[in-house]
């Protein structure tokens, strides 16, 4: 036997022996790289492939693995979404798995709700206290009275949820995301008849104009589009891509633009409908994509009445040249390429302000072209309004008509309280949280049955941008539970299999992985007749099934009966007197929304505009704040018709004077001892404008006013608030 | 100019075109080489341990205003000023053009980082902690420094031994590619690329060529490894 086939041997035998603790002996890990000829150097890193469900972009990684224990991730260069990348949030989910204050075991809540007290207790007697509520329900004929939040699951695990909340009974499963692009299906459904997500070509277009679109941080799958990015500037020989970026605040995608757009809150469809009318009125649009779309011009036109450029100028706070040129270049510079994004989509008119900036993609032929947009190769399907499904489940908890919740997430801190989510969950009698830390969710629970780490787990992973084909990612346990901990969708099935009856039967499989091996194998071969095995260990090998040939879908037309967007005119939440600036919240660059706020390595990240570590603060254009009396770091209060902030401020040269802004993520309450009781949650402020439709998820649509409190806001950058104080490095 | 005795000369190159500020390649580091976890208050102190930071420039006033960023490491000079005013020797220059630090030479007189115009090199005033089991995540490639012992950039010299070693056995040189640092292998939008400049047909050796080129504090005359490509564009900001 060769050295190394002996070693190889050995270090399979070891595999199998840690993953006994995940109940399937009989997997072996599989490493990613096949070890070179000379031998595996005793105690050298063998790298396994998984994949990152950090946020919902899913790139795959590779997990640099010595002596059981995680040691690194890196981008696995195989997967067609990030091809070897990774942002800061993806690398640093290595510290989810040994972080301090993780939950080594079930805990049943001895105190008084919210107390934070809490006893250690078996997974026999935690799944004995679930299955007791559960079969309380079945008992009295009232399973509807089940909840479960989960954030918008993918794959398996989401037919798990939905087979099992079906089964049992209830209608009431909620996705509800704050992040998630509802808004951006349920526009394109309206437009173009299809909710399948987009695929942007930006890598081959010439010129980018982004709507509030921060593809470089988070908005849909910021590593793949930034790799895109790179490649549009520099990696065609004779063609730098231009890029413009409208919105009120400089993001830090903003920040890479040749331009800047800071259009007033609320008048970004507007100015999309004014550059569409200047298109066609001197006749820059593309004939053949009008017709094709089933679009004439002269009637585009008459509908665009209102949006001259003189009214345009006014609504958005631009000079009419500045929109008179972006309009042209962006209609003469082929292929040119539209978004839209987040920060638009969440004003009041925002679900027509999105779909503005489509006309002008419709407008110059970009749809279904090399250099433009596409309907991705992503999931299919997803909610358009899990907003208004969240809402009538407040409502039925409100009136004291759910009996059980149970919670995968942190939605007490990532909802905002202006739902009425908070009073309302306090009203269900039983809350389960599976929660890996103590966040503010599981503070409240009643029983914490908590989840392993994703580096433990076993899942697939379907990113939500991918060009075309099935791109499916595989999460395999690289490392050995550390605690006595157990996978959610492990324990959803154990419960079921406790229920018995139905429940127990729509569940017949060994384990979550096996179930995983089904919907693998279906994808594979709708025919089945496959040797899944074989195909199984390649696929754990490679990080996934990387299927990224293939025709593409239908592509976008315009629908006969969509009607023209008409943006109406923005409305906010506070009166403009009392209320004098606009609110915006974004997503920070190193927590997404919260939920990378317990990792260290992200809190000691320089925020990378304004070099902030380990806190949050509120954004203010340096006029506005001069006016206000207020300076770098003093400590301020944020108030808005639904409540008030005290944080540090940053001077912040990139936002409008009406406009201050929080990132989003801090201001936990638990989460481990780097995030609880740190910075603030900006959540808490906004108030959502009167609406006659219902309400809307407009998070950007609050007003708000700020005052100094003190010198003390006790804001730590990592760089000096003006720069290097080696100023001489600037030559750039 | 000193005669090139190894067949490698180690630099970088730094697109600002394409660089977006995002961090990665700082998590990137900081993951790769055990630097330590600070807190808010050791970086009021100005003590962050990172060996790679984004600094960030704001240029002009709203609304004509831009930010730029520009990632700084330790630049790897070729007359690298932090070396000769070490008492000890641990500030060294290697074969192929790496400014090495010894650790276990180091006494800690912080000579180095006051001569270092880039300011890339951290001291650690403080003995760091991994609480419990968070040291599971330190790679065994890497020393953990302990108090009193300056660290920097080392462009990930640990991954470089081992792709010549990969090389050596194979009877070659290492090849443009095979061997890149934590962070230049996380850039997404690939603005860091790291190569052989002795190899006029490496990657980063044609990079260098480019008209966009210059070096931090050209005038200096340190000569640094790491260059720089201009951002362009930009013109209506
Ligand atoms: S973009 Fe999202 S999925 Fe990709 S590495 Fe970052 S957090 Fe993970
Ligand atoms: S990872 Fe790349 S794009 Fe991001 S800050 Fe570092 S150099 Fe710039």
Redesign the interface.
């Known amino acids: 036997m060769k050295r190394r086939t002996f070693l190889q041997l050995g270090g399979m035998t070891a595999a199998g022996a840690w993953l006994s603790g995940c109940r399937s002996a009989n997997e072996k890990l599989i490493p990613y790289l096949v070890p ?1 000829d ?1 031998g595996v150097t005793p ?1 050298r ?1 063998e790298y396994f492939a998984s994949a990152c469900r950090f946020c919902p972009a899913g790139c795959g990684i590779l997990v640099r693995v ?2 059981g ?7 696995n260069p195989d997967h067609p979404v ?1 091809r ?5 949030r993806g ?2 989910i ?2 989810e ?4 204050d993780r939950v080594p075991q079930p805990l049943r809540r001895s105190g008084p709700r919210g107390s934070g007290k809490f006893t250690p207790i078996s997974w026999g007697e935690g799944l004995s206290l679930l299955t007791g509520q559960l079969r309380t329900l079945q008992r009295e004929r009232t399973t509807e009275r089940l909840a479960l939040m989960t954030p918008q699951l993918q794959g398996t695990l989401a037919d798990l949820a939905a087979r099992f909340m079906a089964t049992f009974g209830s209608p009431h499963h909620i996705r509800f995301d704050l992040l998630a692009p509802d808004w951006l299906r349920a526009a394109n459904r309206r437009s173009f008849g299809q909710a399948s997500l987009p695929w942007y070509d930006i890598a081959g277009t010439r010129y980018l104009l982004s709507f509030g679109a921060d593809f ?2 988070y908005h849909l799958s ?2 793949h589009y ?2 895109a ?3 549009m ?2 990696g065609r020989d004779t063609v ?1 891509g ?1 890029f ?1 970026y409208v919105g009120g605040r ?1 993001s ?2 903003a ?6 757009m ?1 259009a007033r809150p609320g008048s970004e469809g507007a100015l999309a409908l004014g550059m569409a009318r200047l298109i066609l009125s001197e006749s820059l649009y593309d004939a053949a994509s009008l017709a094709a779309n089933g679009l004439r011009p002269d009637r585009l036109s008459a509908g665009l009445e209102g949006y001259d450029l003189p009214r345009v100028a006014q609504l958005t706070g631009l000079s009419q040249q500045v929109i008179a040129e972006v309009a042209r270049e962006f209609a003469t510079t082929p292929p040119s390429l539209a978004m839209a994004g987040e920060m638009v989509a969440f004003q009041e008119n925002g679900a027509e302000a999105v779909r503005a900036v489509q006309l002008l993609n419709v407008l110059v032929g970009n749809l279904n072209r090399p250099g433009g947009v596409y309907p991705g190769g992503g999931p299919v399907a997803g909610p358009e309004n899990s907003f208004a499904d969240l809402l009538a489940l407040v409502e039925k908890m409100r009136g004291d008509r759910m009996g059980v919740a149970l919670i995968h997430g942190d939605p007490l801190h990532a909802i905002p309280q202006t739902t009425g989510f908070p009073e309302a969950l306090g009203r269900v009698p039983f809350i389960v949280s599976f929660s890996p830390l103590l966040d503010d969710t599981a503070l409240q629970a009643d029983l914490v049955l908590p989840d392993h780490a994703a580096l433990e787990s076993w899942g697939d992973v379907i990113p939500l941008a991918a060009p075309r084909g099935t791109v499916i990612g595989l999460m395999q346990p690289v490392v050995t539970p ?1 605690h006595d901990t157990r996978q959610f969708p492990e324990v959803l099935m154990t419960t079921a299999r406790e229920l018995g009856g139905g429940m127990a039967a729509a569940f017949p499989y060994q384990s979550y992985q096996e179930m995983l091996k089904e919907t693998m194998k279906r994808e594979l071969h709708p025919a089945g007749g496959i040797d899944l095995e074989t195909v199984w260990v390649d696929l754990l090998r490679q990080g996934g099934l990387f299927k990224t040939e293939g025709k593409r879908g239908k592509g976008y037309r315009w629908r006969a009966e969509a009607p023209i967007p008409l943006p109406a005119e923005p409305r906010f939440a506070g009166d403009e007197r009392r209320f004098p600036l606009h609110l915006q919240v974004y997503p920070s ?2 927590f997404y929304d919260g939920r990378g706020a317990p990792l ?3 809190q ?3 925020d ?4 902030v ?3 949050s603060w509120v954004e203010i ?3 506005t704040a001069a006016g206000l009396g207020i300076g770098f770091g003093d400590l301020v209060e944020v108030t808005s018709p639904r409540g008030s902030l005290r944080l540090p401020a940053v001077i912040y ?5 009406d406009l201050v802004a929080i990132p989003m993520g801090q201001g936990h309450r638990g989460m481990g ?1 780097y995030a609880a009781g740190r910075g603030a949650n900006p959540l808490v402020l906004l108030a959502l404008p009167p609406s006659e439709t219902g309400p809307l998820p407009a998070w950007n649509a609050t007003r708000v006013r700020v005052a100094r409190i003190s010198k003390e806001g006790g804001l ?1 950058t ?2 000096n608030p ?3 104080y ?1 100023g ?5 | 100019m000193e005669k090139q005795t190894s067949p490698y000369r180690w630099g970088m190159v730094v ?4 660089c ?5 390649c ?3 580091c ?3 080489n055990n630097v330590a ?4 208050k050791e ?2 102190e100005g003590r ?1 341990m ?1 060996w790679l ?6 240029v ?4 004509n ?6 990632p ?1 490491l330790c630049q790897h000079c070729r007359d690298a000023p932090c070396e000769p005013v070490c008492p000890v020797y641990a500030s060294y220059h290697n074969p192929d053009g790496l400014n090495g630090q010894v650790y276990n030479r180091c006494v800690g007189t912080r000579y180095c980082g006051n001569n270092c ?3 890339v090199r951290v001291f650690n005033f403080y003995s760091h902690q991994w ?11 890497i020393t953990v420094r302990t108090r009193g012992v300056m660290e920097k950039c080392t462009f990930c010299i640990q991954r470089i031994r081992r792709a010549k070693e ?1 090389a050596g ?1 194979e009877g070659r040189l290492i090849r443009d590619g095979e061997v890149q640092p ?1 962070c230049a ?7 860091l690329v790291f190569g052989n400049l002795a190899d006029p047909r490496s990657r980063v050796a044609r990079l260098v060529r480019s008209p966009r080129r ?1 070096r ?2 050209e005038h200096l005359g340190t000569h640094p490894s790491v260059y ?1 490509l ?8």
């Open positions: 070179p000379e105690g890193a010595s002596e224990r995680a040691k690194k991730i890196e981008g990030n070897g990348k990774l942002c800061a690398q640093a290595l510290q798995v040994y972080h301090p470089l941080e910021p590593v930034g790799f990015f790179g490649r500037r520099q730098r231009h413009t400089m830090l995608t920040a890479s633009a040749d331009r800047w800071p550390l660059t190193a260290p390595w992200l000691q990240l320089p990378p505009m304004t070099t570590v380990w806190d254009n340096p006029g040269p990139g936002i409008r004077p001892r730590v990592a760089g003006e720069g290097s080696r001489e490095l600037i030559e750039i | 697109d600002l075109d394409r977006s500020g995002c961090g990665a700082v998590v990137a900081q993951a790769e976890i600070c807190g808010k970086i009021a962050n990172h930071r984004i600094e960030r420039f704001w002009g006033e709203y609304p205003v831009r930010a730029r960023f520009l700084v115009p880039y300011a609480p419990k089991p968070l040291e599971n995540q330190l790679s065994p490639d990969d056995g934590a292998q996380t850039c997404p939008t690939e603005a210059f931090l504090l720089y201009k951002g362009g564009g930009r013109e209506h900001v």
